[in-house]
Structure formats: structure tokens, C-alpha cells
Nanobody, 123 residues
Framework: QVQPVESGGGWVQIGGTLRLSCSAS????????MGWFRQSPKKAREFVAA????????YYADFVKGRFTISRDNAKNTVFLQMNDLTPEDTAVYYC????????????????WGQGTQVTVSL
């Protein structure tokens, strides 16, 4: 049973930073594409970033390029989302997803989602 578990959310000031973590059990973690999504009350869930199993491929939504960085540590079955220069528009619940595949311009989400971690950005 695959169960991603997110952590690291919280409140941060505008321009601040946060690092989200997602731990996921499963012997095939090192081969799995992993992705981050987010959802705010007024929007549908949207894609943020994804990474291939060997970290060779990363893919970002345009609105986070240059500010967010996705990475992973396969020895710890963990994927990270480093978020810099945060704005109020980044306020959302962030979800981790065990994906099907990632390409340079595409990510196919899988069936397994975490419970989400809240990120709030304000003055």
C-alpha cells in the first residue's frame, strides 16, 4: 500500500521560504515519478512540480519557475519542494502524488495522494 505523507507546511511572511517534504512507502519509490499539486479554496487543484525517479527530469508549472525547486532522496523515500519568494497567491493546501510518469513537459498523476499540508503566506 502506497501512502504519501506530507509535512513542512505552515505560515510564512511574504517573500519567505518553506520546504515541504513528502515521505512515501513502497519498494519502487526510486523508480516512481513524484509530483506536487496545490489547491486553494477558490481554485481547482493545480499542478506545481514533478520529478522522475532518478531526478534526471524535473517539470514545473510556469507560475513557480525560478522560485520552487523539487528534489528527492531515494535513500529516505522522500521528495521535497523548496519554496522561495512566497506570495499570498501561493497560499493553498499542497498535496504529494505518486505519479505514473514525468516528461520534460508533462506529468501523469497516479492514484495515490497524501492528505495535504497547509501553506499560508501573508504579511
Amino acid at each position: 500500500q502506497v501512502q504519501p505523507v506530507e509535512s513542512g507546511g505552515g505560515w510564512v511572511q511574504i517573500g519567505g521560504t518553506l520546504r515541504l517534504s513528502c515521505s512515501a512507502s513502497g519498494r519502487t519509490f526510486s523508480a516512481a515519478a513524484m509530483g506536487w499539486f496545490r489547491q486553494s479554496p477558490k481554485k481547482a487543484r493545480e499542478f506545481v512540480a514533478a520529478i522522475s525517479g532518478n531526478s534526471a527530469i524535473t517539470y514545473y508549472a510556469d507560475f513557480v519557475k525560478g522560485r520552487f525547486t523539487i528534489s528527492r532522496d531515494n535513500a529516505k523515500n522522500t521528495v521535497f519542494l523548496q519554496m522561495n519568494d512566497l506570495t499570498p497567491e501561493d497560499t493553498a493546501v499542497y498535496y504529494c502524488n505518486w505519479g505514473n510518469y514525468v516528461r520534460e513537459n508533462a506529468y501523469a498523476s497516479g492514484a495515490y495522494w497524501g492528505q495535504g499540508t497547509q501553506v499560508t503566506v501573508s504579511l
